[in-house]
């Protein structure tokens, strides 16, 4: 029996827990579409808006669909 593969086109934008770098404060992000995001303790730019797939500047703790 052969296996359909469809590609389901997934959605690119979800929710990721994000570690700062600077302070280790834990901030849940939405990642596409947004503006920039500042930590609220250090204000280290914890996400970076790209004009689309935003670019995470901490570390991922744990991603959220
Ligand atoms: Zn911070």
């Given at each position: 029996?052969?296996k359909?593969n469809?590609?389901?086109?997934?959605?690119?934008?979800?929710f990721?827990?994000?570690e700062?770098e600077?302070?280790k404060?834990?901030k849940i992000l939405?990642?596409?579409?947004?503006?920039?995001?500042l930590?609220?303790?250090?204000?280290?730019e914890?996400?970076?808006?790209?004009?689309?797939?935003?670019?995470i500047?901490?570390?991922i703790?744990?991603?959220?669909?």
């Amino acid at each position: 029996m052969k296996k359909h593969n469809i590609m389901i086109p997934k959605p690119r934008s979800n929710f990721v827990k994000v570690e700062c770098e600077s302070c280790k404060n834990v901030k849940i992000l939405y990642t596409y579409g947004t503006k920039t995001v500042l930590c609220p303790s250090c204000n280290s730019e914890l996400l970076t808006n790209t004009g689309g797939q935003a670019k995470i500047n901490g570390n991922i703790i744990e991603t959220m669909d």
